[in-house]
């Protein structure tokens, strides 16, 4: 009977250790692996062909008074009425446009301006708040995100989400990482699953104008490391000439622009609204194209004098006229920079111009090509113009 009984208790001690050992095995974290030849190459899925990708994030930043939210409203008015980019692209599909923001009214400032723009408003949504228990709430990412899911698939889904702006989406502090990893990878997640891109506005930091544009998002630099493609803006100084430009990009291109102006216009039922005009593609970097528009008041004047006199005599020395890539060469050469080269440009009456219809692009001394016959260009309306090259060559030391 002893011997039963111990026999009883031993399977049910084995038992009790196969149950242990089996939750043990449950409860156990494992890393999972991927083969690299069990994963199929996918190319990337582009709302705006190397501007704007599919199913990502993308910030687009810049100081006030540069039309952001007009200019992210203009590339709705695209998607929605099947038109063509900035660069001249076209569209490749027509989508539904989300909008979330919680500066500008819809009412009475962000439909006119997709009316001005051109949008199919049957296309266009804004995200209005939560309705729970009868109580309107306002929506929050951290815990509406699966509600706006459903929301979605209601309208037959959705190709770009707009956030103005994306700090408005942070539970936390914006100027740290963790916060903003945190609260970001919600909008992350839904951009992913429904193949939408998301694009969250927001502004320069005070102060930055000279420094790397990526340098200038304000908040956490968690915001530009999060994104895949950060777009800068920039407005010309004494002009209503206004730049996009790609400063960060980690699957495409990383330089390059588009120039842009924003223009006020009345509709049919007599509302002003503005909306923007696009001017077609510019070169350079997101810090050089930044750099040619905006001026930096705390450069350095004396510099800034050795490298006009630098540029007008190197000009001067090669007939006044030299291709873009050799002066850039000769002002790097020189210790200068070749942003602030292109911020001098306009005030020694240089131009750049395309020499030629197939010919490089070329920095030329104004009036050094007696060839030259424009009327009415935008150069001779510039401040300073050198009337020949001999006075140009004459004048020993620039005045700046």
């Given amino acids: 009977m002893t011997g ?14 196969v149950m242990l050992e ?21 190319p990337i899925t582009w709302l705006w062909k190397n ?5 990502k994030l993308t910030i687009l930043a810049g100081n006030g008074g540069t039309g952001k939210t007009t200019l992210a409203l203009g590339l709705a008015a695209i998607l929605t009425a099947w038109g063509k980019w900035p660069d001249g692209a076209a569209c490749a599909e027509a989508g539904n446009v989300l909008i979330w923001s919680s500066e500008d009214n819809p009412d009475d ?26 109580e309107r709430l306002p929506f929050d990412p951290a815990q509406d995100i699966p509600e706006l899911h459903r929301a979605v698939e209601g309208i037959g889904g959705v190709a770009l989400l707009i956030v103005d702006p994306i700090v408005s989406a942070v539970s936390g502090d914006m100027h740290k990482a963790n916060d903003v990893r945190r609260s970001l990878q919600a909008l992350v997640d839904f951009g992913e699953a429904h193949k939408c891109a998301v694009l969250g506005i927001t502004h320069f930091s005070k102060g930055g104008v000279g420094k790397s544009p990526m340098d200038r998002v304000i908040g956490s630099q968690a915001f530009g490391a999060l994104a895949r493609m950060v777009l800068v803006t920039a407005k010309e100084e004494d002009s209503t000439r206004r730049v996009l430009a790609r400063a960060k990009s980690n699957i495409a291109p990383d330089d390059g622009g588009v120039s842009y102006n924003v223009e006020l216009t009345a509709l049919p039922s007599g509302i002003e609204a503005t909306h923007v005009i696009w ?16 001026h930096d008041e705390h450069g350095d004047s004396d510099t800034q004098t050795d490298l006009g006199n630098m540029l007008m005599d190197t000009l001067t020395h090669h007939g006044g006229k030299m291709t873009t890539k050799q002066l850039m060469s000769e002002v790097r050469d020189a210790g200068h920079s070749w942003d602030a080269a292109k911020r001098l440009k306009k005030s020694l009456g240089i131009v750049s111009e395309k020499d030629g219809m197939t010919g490089p692009w070329v920095w030329r001394i104004y009036g050094a090509d007696p060839r030259r016959a424009h009327e009415g260009s935008e150069e001779r309306t510039e401040k300073t113009l050198l009337p020949s090259l001999s006075s140009a060559h004459s004048s020993a030391k620039v005045q700046l």
């Fill in 4 to 17: 039963f009984k111990l026999g009883i208790e031993a399977d049910e001690s084995k038992a009790a250790r």
């Fill in 22 to 42: 089996r939750a043990a095995a449950a409860s156990l974290r494992t890393v999972n692996l991927r083969c690299a030849a069990d994963i199929t190459a996918k």
């Fill in 51 to 55: 501007w704007i990708p599919a199913g």
């Fill in 279 to 294: 001017e077609g593609p510019i070169e350079g970097t997101a810090r050089e194209i930044l750099g040619e528009v905006e």
């Fill in 109 to 134: 400032t962000l439909v006119p301006r997709l009316i001005a723009s051109g949008a199919n408003m049957k296309r266009c949504h804004f995200i209005d708040g939560i309705t729970e228990n009868g």
